[in-house]
């Protein structure tokens, strides 16, 4: 596959592994990637990956679906003063969006409910949050029952009973906490 061999090569070249690939829900044929830390993104119509204009180390990134044409918002877990920053142009520009976060979180994950792509969720080192305003604003998630672990990683689905947050964590196993 071309992506494949793409990403083979610029990892070669740059002499870092290749730590995170995301597609873009509405054309999976853009890319974003984590490499060493950077943020790279392929554009329309190029299968080469540029880097984007934000500061990392970058920890993770979730692309939100957008209209035919129009560039995805991107979201990014960064460890830095201000964990999560966002894009509402597929990259070109980043501003911080991060009010309600503690200052240095450390983050871990994110996750986009793609049933309601404003709804955001990041896990830290020490605490899940959640946003349901396009990380506008972010508040802890109630997480009884989850074990007081570093969560490693987390993904979005449907439950019995609605929407559905998975969290894994480190040596407890994995949880599901679910929201109307």
């Known amino acids: 596959m071309a992506a494949e061999g793409l990403l083979g090569s610029l990892q070669a070249e740059q002499g870092s592994p290749v730590t995170l690939v995301r597609l873009d829900p509405t054309d999976p044929s853009q890319a974003i990637a984590v490499i060493n830390g950077s943020l790279y993104k392929t554009t329309r119509g190029s299968l080469s990956l540029t880097p984007a204009p934000l500061r990392g180390p970058v920890d993770d990134v979730v692309v939100a679906p957008s ?96 929407r559905a947050l998975f969290a894994a964590t480190d040596g407890g196993g994995a949880f599901v906490l679910t929201r109307p």
Do not use: C, F, M
């Not at 918002?73 to 830095?80: D, E, G, I, N």
């Not at 007081?148 to 449907?158: C, E, H, Y």
């Open 67 to 162: 209209a035919a044409g129009a560039p995805p918002t991107l979201y990014a877990a960064v460890s830095r003063q201000r964990a999560v920053w966002k894009s509402a142009d597929g990259g070109a520009h980043w501003a911080p969006a991060s009010s309600g976060l503690p200052r240095y979180a450390r983050t871990v994950a994110l996750a986009l409910d793609l049933n309601r792509p404003s709804t955001v969720y990041l896990a830290t080192t020490l605490t899940l949050y959640v946003s349901d305003d396009g990380a506008n604003t972010w508040q802890p998630l109630a997480t009884a029952g989850l074990p007081p672990l570093t969560v490693t990683s987390i993904a979005t689905g449907l439950s019995g009973t609605g």
